[in-house]
């Protein structure tokens, strides 16, 4: 009987652990087209920020202005070129959708039975299109998350040259102030 399965019953692990391993085993397919579509459009964002990092780790070399000259100079370009790569994505999210919708509405359309046997059977005929949706739904959060991310390294960069900038304003006053005027 398929009430033996309810939460009203025992719950067995093993049968959960059959669902979570199943569950993996997509996570892995999905995840690999997902950072596909992602690296497809960030490559040039994702190195530029590696290149950004291994600055900044060098402890022993401090960031000079010049290298955040070209941060602040690199960063716009490649989230621009990031952004419209973005939206091309989202034009296939969009066709993703509409086929899996077509799908969807031809079998719900061709099926004989009540509303539920109609929408259980066009949600089953649909459900690979719907993955392949939902691909391209999670590449887009992806790529707008890492365009975010990107924008604040860039407003960080802006405030340490505006930082220094002032400290440079305020050691030649000082410098001044020492010289007598000068």
């Known amino acids: 009987m398929a009430y033996d399965k309810t939460l009203a019953q025992k719950i067995e692990i093993d049968v959960v652990e059959k669902i979570q391993e199943k569950i993996n085993e997509n996570?892995?397919?999905l995840g690999e087209v997902v950072d596909k579509l992602v690296a497809d459009y960030c490559k040039p964002l994702d190195e530029y920020i590696r290149y950004i990092e291994d600055i900044l780790q060098d402890i022993k070399n401090p960031v000079t202005d010049i290298e955040l000259?070209?941060?602040?100079?690199?960063?716009?370009?490649?989230?621009?070129?990031?952004?419209?790569?973005?939206?091309?994505?989202?034009?296939?999210?969009d066709i993703s959708k509409a086929i899996r919708m077509e799908i969807y509405n031809q079998v719900f359309e061709a099926t004989a039975g009540t509303i539920a046997d109609k929408t259980a059977t066009a949600e089953l005929a649909s459900q690979d299109k719907y993955i392949v949706n939902t691909a391209y739904t999670r590449a887009y959060k992806k790529i707008k998350l890492r365009m975010e991310l990107g924008n604040e390294i860039l407003q960080s960069v802006k405030k340490v040259i505006s930082r220094r900038m002032a400290e440079y304003e305020m050691s030649r006053v000082d410098s001044y102030r020492i010289k007598g005027g000068s």
């Open 69 to 93: 000259d070209d941060f602040a100079l690199n960063l716009p370009v490649l989230l621009y070129f990031t952004g419209e790569g973005q939206e091309a994505l989202g034009i296939k999210e």
């Open 27 to 29: 996570f892995i397919v």
